[in-house]
Every structure is written in structure tokens, then in C-alpha cells.
């Protein structure tokens, strides 16, 4: 397996191109399936998450042309709607070809996703809600089983937790549905507004996109054209660049990036001392003289976000007095806590809060990472330990960060990814 070697102590200069987001083209990817003509994808994020949906997709039937950034798609000839366990053990976020699959077949079996890292996650919302668009669901043999021979029909669904994934496949879903779909507390983030925003590209009426109601009017079954979709930037790879240029001291340029998808971040980074130039589509940060704590509670957008919890402890490891951090959204997302104590931090957890004592040095160390975001904070803070950190379980970042270390490198870090022997 590989690890990645980094020596502490550099500052960082320069600029980085920001990649297309993962969890904005994820969903995008699993929407092809509502289409029966050709389609291109641009600004997709060379991970491996994406990868392995688009294997996804040829496993049922599609053919998918795929260079690092670019996909296109044709989901014309389908020719199974089972998404086995290999490929959705891999990647929970498959479970997002439920809804398309459904919508447009009337049958699916879906495995049902592991549960991961951060916590149990279930996707019992997603099955209520698609129950109420008239499918009938079965669990079986760690497969969702579900069907609606004569289509889906629109429905007001009320969802009890504000779910992106289960807003996703109703959205979906509901594109393709007989009639008109009502999404109560739906979710908002900037990766489910785009995924509004290619159905309603293919004529479907939907109002209140970027609002926390959902009104879809479905095709009745027939199946949509999509244009050429280019997907949003990564707010959350984004934000770990500028949590590297904050723990570092240093100040760098993020080029292709939509700050408005970052307020939370920006406003957290500006009360601990950093400030910003933002333009158009660039931000530069510039770095704090003291680094101040913070306190954070997660919640859904457009409030803190979760995917940015891990990279702000390790911020927050060196500034200069306590910080206090709420996780609210997952049960168990505190899994990188250990291995920055590893390296020297003073964080202690008592249920869902952390308080981080703010120390002077961490020092290298060897460090496990344990999911995606967990990585990178571990990374951030082997960038300012004294000597030489080696990150090992790295296959975590590779899902959803497109190379790290390139862009870190090129911005002056000293990181290596090397073979463990
Ligand atoms: C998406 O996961 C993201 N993944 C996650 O990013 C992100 O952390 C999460 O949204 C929250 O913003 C993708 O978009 C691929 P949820 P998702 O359904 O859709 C509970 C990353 O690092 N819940 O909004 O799975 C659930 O347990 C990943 O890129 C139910 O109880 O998140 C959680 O506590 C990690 N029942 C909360 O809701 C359900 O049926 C939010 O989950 C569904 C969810």
C-alpha cells in the first residue's frame, strides 16, 4: 500500500487549480441513468470514487469514454439494474442509482451500502420516501430490492433529517415519476443544487432550487435529454487548501473556485486571524499573525460543514488557546482525534465535542489515516510537525482528493508518495 512521507517545517507559495467537486459529479453520474442519449460530463475530479462509478454504470449496461476529466456517456442499451455488492462496498454513494434506476426500468436491486468510518449512515429515508412515490421495497441478502412495475408516482414527502443523498435520489427519482413531487426539508447543499439544475437543463420544471422545498413535475416516465454538464468546483478540496496555507502561515492562490460555496469556512478562517482577496473565481488567502481558536458546531449548508470538521482540528492543534468543536451530523466522524494526539496535539473528546488545547510543536510521526477527511487533516498537520510524518492508508484520500500531493508539492510542501516495502 501506498503512504505518503512528509517532512514538516515549509511554507507554502504560490497557486493551485481547484478540481471539480466529488459529491457534485457523483450524483450527476448516477442522473445519466434517467437519459437514453449520449452525454458529456466535463471538470470531473480524477479520484477514484469516480472511477469506480462509472464502472457502475458499464457493469449495467452503459458505455462510458473517460479520460482524467472529461466522460461521455451513452446509458441507451441497459441491460441489468442490479448494482452489486463489490461495486457498492466500495462506494456507498452508489446507492444513488436507486432512484434513476427505479424511475426509468420500474425495478432494482441495489446492495445495500456498508456503513463506513464516520458512522452507521442508513439510507432508511431514502427507502420511506420512495415507498410513498409507490414502490414496494424489499430487503433481502444485503440487497434493496425494489419495484414499481406501473412507475413512480409524485408524492409531498416530509424528510424527519435534512439527507443529501436521500434529496438526491427523490429528485431523481421524481424526474421521471407520474405527476408531482413535494420535497419538504429537502437538502441544500451547492452539490445538490447542481443536480436540480442539469434535470431542469432537460426541461423538467422543478422550483425552489437552493431552498429546503422541492417542487418536481415528472416526465411520466419518459426518459431525458441532457446538455453538456460541467461540474461545480470542490468547496471541500477548497477548503483543505486553505487550512494548509492557515496552519502553515502561509498565503497562497486558489484559482477556479466559487467562494460563495465557502462562507462558512472563510468566516471560520477569518475570526482565527487569516484574511482573504477574493475574486471572481479565485481566492488568496493570507495567513494569521496569531492564530486564534475557534469554536464549531457541523450542520447542513449553509452552516459549517462536516467535510470540513477534521481539517479545522488540525488547525485549530496549533493555535493559540482552546478550541471547541461539535460535530452533529455523524456519530463517530472523530476518528482522526487519536492520530493527531499522535503527533503531539492535546484534543479531548467528551460525546460529540472536542476541545482542542492549542499546543507550540507537534512532532512527525507514523499515522494511520481512517476516511477521506480524517487523511487529509492528518496531512495538514504533518505539514507543520518538526521531522518527518509517513500518513499510511492513504487509499482514503485517493477516493476524493485528485492529487494532493502534486498540488501541495507544487505549492512547496515536502511530500512523497512512496510504496510501503
Ligand atoms: C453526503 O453524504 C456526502 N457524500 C458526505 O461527504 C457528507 O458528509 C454528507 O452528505 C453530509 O453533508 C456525498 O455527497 C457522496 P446525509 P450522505 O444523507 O448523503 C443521516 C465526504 O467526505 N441519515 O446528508 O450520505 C446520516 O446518518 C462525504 O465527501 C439517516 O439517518 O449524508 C447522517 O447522520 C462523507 N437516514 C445525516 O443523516 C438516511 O436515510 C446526514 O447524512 C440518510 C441519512
Not at 70 to 77: C, G, H, K, L, M
Not at 122 to 139: F, N, R, V
Amino acid at each position: 500500500m501506498d503512504y505518503l512521507e512528509i517532512v514538516g517545517g515549509s511554507k507554502l507559495k504560490g497557486a493551485i487549480t481547484i478540481s471539480g467537486a466529488k459529491n457534485a459529479a457523483l450524483p450527476i453520474i448516477a442522473a445519466t441513468l434517467l437519459s437514453d442519449k449520449p452525454l458529456t460530463l466535463t471538470n470531473l475530479p480524477n479520484v477514484v470514487d469516480i472511477r469506480t462509478l462509472l464502472k457502475l454504470l458499464t457493469m449495467l449496461g452503459g458505455s462510458v469514454e473517460h479520460n482524467e476529466t472529461i466522460a461521455n456517456i451513452n446509458n441507451s442499451d441497459i441491460q441489468s439494474t442490479k448494482a452489486v455488492y463489490e461495486i457498492v462496498s466500495q462506494m456507498r454513494a452508489s446507492i444513488l442509482v436507486l432512484g434513476p434506476l427505479l424511475t426509468r426500468f420500474g425495478e432494482c436491486e441495489v446492495s445495500l451500502p456498508g456503513g463506513c468510518a464516520i458512522g452507521q449512515r442508513p439510507i432508511d429515508l431514502h427507502l420511506k420516501a420512495l415507498e410513498s412515490m409507490g414502490a414496494t421495497i424489499e430487503i433481502k441478502g444485503g440487497y434493496v430490492r425494489a419495484e414499481a412495475k406501473d412507475g413512480l408516482h409524485g408524492a409531498k414527502i416530509i424528510f424527519d433529517k435534512i439527507t443529501v443523498g436521500g434529496t438526491e435520489n427523490v429528485v431523481m427519482a421524481a424526474a421521471m415519476a407520474h405527476g408531482t413531487t413535494n420535497i419538504i426539508n429537502a437538502a441544500k447543499e451547492p452539490e445538490v443544487v447542481q443536480l436540480c439544475e442539469m434535470i431542469a437543463s432537460a426541461g423538467i420544471e422543478i422550483e425552489g432550487i437552493g431552498t429546503n422545498e422541492l417542487t418536481i413535475e415528472g416526465t411520466c416516465g419518459k426518459p431525458l435529454e441532457f446538455p453538456t454538464i460541467e461540474v461545480i468546483p470542490d468547496r471541500i478540496e477548497a477548503g483543505t487548501y486553505l487550512c494548509a496555507a492557515a496552519i502553515t502561515s502561509s498565503s497562497i492562490t486558489l484559482n477556479k473556485v466559487n467562494a460563495g460555496h465557502l462562507r462558512a469556512s472563510i468566516d471560520k478562517l477569518e475570526s482565527m486571524g487569516c484574511s482573504f482577496d477574493i475574486e471572481d473565481e479565485s481566492i488568496t488567502i493570507h495567513p494569521a499573525i496569531t492564530l486564534k481558536p475557534v469554536d464549531l458546531i457541523t450542520i447542513e449548508y449553509p452552516g459549517f460543514p462536516t467535510d470540513m470538521q477534521a481539517q479545522f482540528m488540525a488547525v485549530a492543534v496549533i493555535a493559540e488557546g482552546e478550541s471547541l468543536i461539535e460535530e452533529r451530523l455523524f456519530e463517530n466522524r472523530f476518528m482522526h482525534v487519536s492520530e493527531l494526539n499522535r503527533l503531539g496535539a492535546d484534543i479531548w473528546l467528551k460525546g460529540s465535542t472536542a476541545a482542542v488545547k492549542g499546543v507550540s510543536t507537534l512532532y512527525g510521526a507514523d499515522v494511520m489515516a481512517t476516511d477521506l477527511r480524517a487523511s487529509s487533516a492528518l496531512v495538514l498537520a504533518a505539514l507543520v510537525a518538526e521531522g518527518t510524518t509517513n500518513v499510511r492508508r492513504i487509499y482514503h484520500l485517493d477516493r476524493g482528493y485528485d492529487d494532493l500531493e502534486g498540488k501541495l508539492s507544487s505549492l512547496g510542501a515536502q511530500i512523497t508518495r512512496k510504496k510501503e516495502v
